[in-house]
């Protein structure tokens, strides 16, 4: 096999018969390309190539579940992914269109040793990716995708006999069955199901129809265009449009999901958007009712309550922040034994007994419901007033260049290191530590905080700060802490900012 090519003009010979992968594409725990501007679909059967042979080098097991997201380009991206695979040997077990959790949990009820969802996650239209499994119910990190990179950019993927493919069918239904179970609410409930259109769309209104929810859809047909925003309930577009849904229905609370359904978002009965990680510590507090003296896992982005929230402290729930990313939350949650790991992205990784330990935003949805049913007096409002408030930012993701944005993050961990060491000051506030295990995390002496990190996944830095004093402390650590992601001119402008 040759190695690929890093770019080839579009419609010519060369780009229907040469391999073309851009190097950026593999992340740290999955890979994304533009489709076709930095991958084309030859490119695609050398990815499966590669990724058939790390298979084959690891002594896996040569079988495969394979499924793609609902958008009109991504079977063509599947099934060159699936000709690449056969040609490495492995028989591919496919799923059909499907939620990255719908894939993952195929892993376990076809007990098949692999798993390569098709999806562009939460990005817009354009976008494609894969997310690969090896060791159920993790996802590739960094180490494996470095090494499954190296396979592919470098025209290492070995062609072997034995390769096949077979259809699956009942992986849906199986999947709703497993979320459902024998549960039913015991009270009334309205939730407003939002999906974007998104591949969510012929799942998240069927699920919380069959709990007994009174289920109001908000763009619910399945439409690969996404004619009114690109499903991401990260996004306050889509935040706001649950709200409003919320406000003019009446419902009990709005629950949206990502395009590949591995997300929620949640709108409170007053039209409130609650982030992830605040709705997380809600689940923490009834977890820790009910499981005493459980662990949890928060990543970096996520507020400070999940360590200084009094009841979880009462409870005995112990809380440690790690790296931002599913793959990372997913490892981590599994080497510590922790019940639960919360994502501020809406990722929530519910382990043995809650959940597999996968993200999975149907089973949040379910879970959320579960937690109003325990509570049947309760609003969701109530619930989270009862939460000690702060203030807190979006997540901002101002432009930073792929091939850039880490040799920036390492120059802005150090000026803020040396801010630190210089006694320095965020927002009139004492800087009190520095976490650094993703990015910088910068503790002041009041419990606020600002963030700055790489994304992972598009070409940007990640800002979020929080204060537990004021919206005015919050904007003010904000304002001096982008001044100093400001000394760096390869830095752009947000997407969204405060």
């Known amino acids: 096999m040759t190695r690929p090519h890093a770019d080839v003009t579009p419609n010519s010979w060369a780009f229907l018969s040469e391999p073309m992968i851009a190097p950026t594409g593999f992340r740290e725990y999955d890979a994304r390309w533009r489709y076709p501007q930095q991958i084309n679909l030859p490119g695609v059967t050398a990815l499966g190539l590669g990724l058939g042979t790390q298979m084959q080098r690891r002594g896996i097991r040569p079988a495969i579940a394979v499924g793609n997201d609902y958008r009109d380009y991504s079977l063509a991206i599947k099934q060159a992914l699936v000709l690449g695979l056969v040609q490495a040997g492995i028989t591919v077990h496919d799923i059909g269109p499907a939620l990255s959790p719908m894939a993952y949990f195929s892993q376990f009820h076809l007990d098949l040793p692999a798993v390569a969802m098709v999806t562009a ?4 239209n354009g976008w494609t990716g894969v997310k690969i499994g090896f060791d159920r119910p993790l996802t590739h990190g960094p180490d ?42 015991s009270r009334p409930l309205r939730v407003v199901c939002a999906t974007g259109n998104g591949t969510a769309s012929a799942f998240a209104p069927e699920i919380l129809a069959r709990i007994g ?60 958007e609650i982030f992830a990680d605040k709705m997380g510590v809600i689940l923490a507090r009834d ?85 109003m049913d325990r509570h049947a007096h309760a609003t969701l409002s109530g619930l989270c007033a009862t939460l000690p408030r702060t203030w807190a930012s979006p997540t901002m993701s101002p432009h930073c260049p792929d091939t850039q944005k880490y040799a920036v993050l390492d120059r802005l961990v150090q000026k803020l290191a040396d801010l630190h060491a210089a006694g320095g000051t965020l927002g009139g506030r004492a800087i009190s530590d520095l976490v650094t295990v993703n990015g910088a995390r910068v503790m002041l002496d009041n419990g606020a905080w600002g963030l700055v990190r790489a994304s992972s996944n598009t070409p940007n830095l990640v800002v979020v700060c929080e204060s537990p004093d004021s919206e005015a402390e919050l904007r003010a650590i904000f304002a001096d802490l982008d001044a100093v992601i400001r000394t760096e001119p390869a830095v752009g ?6």
Not at 164 to 175: E, K, S, T
Not at 493 to 498: F, G, H, I, V
Request: hydrophobic share 35%.
């Open 213 to 272: 929810a009174e289920v109001i859809p908000l763009h619910c047909d399945l439409d690969y265009d996404f004619p009114n925003y690109n499903p991401n309930p990260e996004a306050m577009e889509m935040l706001h449009d649950m709200s409003a849904a919320v406000t003019a229905s009446g419902a009990d609370m709005a629950l949206g999901f990502d395009g590949d359904g591995d997300r929620c978002g949640v709108v409170d009965d007053t039209g409130t």
């Open 121 to 124: 996650s939460h990005n817009p």
């Open 493 to 498: 402008a947000y997407d969204q900012s405060l």
């Open 287 to 371: 977890y820790a009712r009910l499981h005493p003296g459980a662990k949890f896992v928060a990543d970096v982005k996520s507020t400070g309550l999940f360590q200084s929230d009094p009841e979880l402290r009462r409870l005995g729930a112990t809380t440690e922040y790690w790296k931002t990313g599913h793959s990372h939350m997913k490892r981590r949650v599994q080497a510590t034994g922790a019940l639960a790991g919360f994502e501020k992205s809406g990722h929530y990784f519910l382990a043995p007994p809650v959940g597999r330990g996968y993200d999975c935003g149907m089973r949040v949805a379910v879970e959320i419901c579960k937690l």
């Open 144 to 185: 494996e995708m470095a090494e499954l990179r190296d396979i592919v950019l470098g025209g290492a993927g070995e062609p072997r006999p034995g390769g096949g493919w077979a259809q699956v069918d009942g992986v849906r239904a199986a999947y709703i069955d497993d979320l459902v179970g024998d549960f039913r609410l």
